[in-house]
């Protein structure tokens, strides 16, 4: 429920807090490789300010960007960019009223689809250099980002950083693989991005209030999938089942699992299997809480809610059992909105939490 309201809101009225945002601080243009399929926001504080985009194929600047679907302009604030295609690689200019350049994003959105994950605890390594083919003397190498904050806190945990194709001539700045390309069309196994995880061990702050949520799996489709809000794959994410965290080690590992973190969004959303009580945390703050959907008549269910941890043992009879789904159905209400609250004062109260990290900078 809440994640519903969550997306009602964040398609109403997209704040910029609510996704990962790129700037250039002191610079009018900047370069970057992102991964595509994961929203982001590229400002641009001007009022009256236009875009234009120029894509590789050779096209000349347009005004077409508020044709494409997926992309929104946020008046005087920005551009939000909902699940980028690596189609929409290019450049992304915006100019002021007068007609003078603000900004220009060069942006190659590399192809989540073909990421290579590889984690340090399970011997797995990264791609290695590879020349490029294209008769120069190019080289082919992973540029990474910086580790992620470490997922947990007081325990084991992980970390992880993403990792994006570059080609680097002699003499010259790298660039990302696709931006340097342009129209050409070369494909070669190595130009992939990379995912790298790491194990961390960090001790606790302190913690926050907390949103909630149920779900439900039923049995035609055998499974559900939980969206963590304020998830991003730029961002470190953890999930935990009946407080056992998952890892991607162990995802990584293993073959029969009860989840899955789902690799495109860097584990953003997670499929479950099995009824469980499943937390996600961002930046170690704990973002949401989803409870099984329970069954009505199931009396036990209930009452393990209501009391708490302590297992009700007793025979509870069906009005009371009605009676007390009613009382749950207004508490979860009750607790939704509250935690849209919380989730509100989150971003816009940068001092109490970390939220002021999740805005990440370009150098
Ligand atoms: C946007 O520009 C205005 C005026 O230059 C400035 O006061 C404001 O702080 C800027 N906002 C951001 C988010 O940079
Ligand atoms: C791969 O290439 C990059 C860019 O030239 C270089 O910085 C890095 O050291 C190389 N790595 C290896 C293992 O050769």
């Known amino acids: 429920m809440l994640t519903t309201l969550w997306l009602l809101l964040s398609f109403a009225v997209p704040l910029p807090g609510f996704y990962v945002s790129f700037s250039c601080p002191n610079e009018k243009q900047c370069q970057r490789a992102l991964l595509s399929d994961n ?12 875009w234009y985009f120029f894509l590789q194929d050779g ?3 347009s005004h ?5 679907s997926n992309i929104e302009i946020i008046p005087d604030s920005g551009i939000l960019i909902r699940s980028p295609l690596p189609s929409q690689t290019g450049f992304y200019h915006c100019q002021d009223k007068d007609g003078l350049q603000v900004v220009q994003y ?4 590399q192809d989540v689809s073909t990421l290579h994950i590889t984690h340090k605890g399970l011997g797995q390594k990264p791609l290695r250099n590879e020349s490029l083919s294209l008769g120069g003397k190019g080289i082919i190498f992973t540029r990474w980002e910086p580790w992620q904050d470490c997922n947990r806190c007081g325990g084991l945990g992980e970390r992880k950083r993403l990792g994006y194709c570059y080609i680097e001539e002699p003499l010259q700045e790298p660039m990302p693989c696709w931006l340097y390309l342009g129209g050409r069309k070369v494909w070669s196994s190595r130009m992939r991005p990379e995912m790298q995880v790491d194990a961390c061990h ?3 702050g302190m913690s926050d209030y907390v949103p909630f ?14 969206t963590c809000p304020l998830g991003s794959v730029y961002r470190p994410i953890l999930w935990e089942a009946d407080n056992i965290p998952l890892t991607w080690q162990n995802q990584l590992s293993s073959q029969d699992l009860d989840t899955i973190l789902e690799p495109s969004n860097g584990g953003k959303q997670l499929r479950v299997f099995q009824p469980a009580i499943y937390k996600c945390f961002v930046q170690q703050e704990l973002m949401a809480r989803f409870n099984p959907v329970p069954f009505p008549g199931t009396a036990e269910t209930l009452r393990e809610e209501e009391g708490g941890p302590h297992r009700g ?8 059992a009605s009676s007390i ?4 159905k207004l508490l979860l209400l009750l607790g939704m909105v509250l935690g849209l609250l919380g989730v509100l004062l989150k971003i816009f109260h940068p001092s109490q939490g970390k939220s002021s990290d999740q805005v990440l900078l370009v150098k």
């Open 39 to 50: 929203d982001v926001f590229l400002p641009c504080n001007s009022s009256g300010s236009q």
């Open 59 to 61: 096209t000349s600047w």
């Open 64 to 68: 077409t960007l508020s044709s494409a």
């Open 106 to 109: 060069e942006i190659d959105f």
């Open 202 to 204: 960090v001790p606790c």
């Open 213 to 226: 949520d149920n779900f439900e799996i039923t049995e035609e489709s055998g499974s559900v999938w939980l």
């Open 313 to 320: 043992k007793g025979k509870t009879q069906e009005g009371k």
């Open 325 to 328: 789904l009613k009382g749950l």
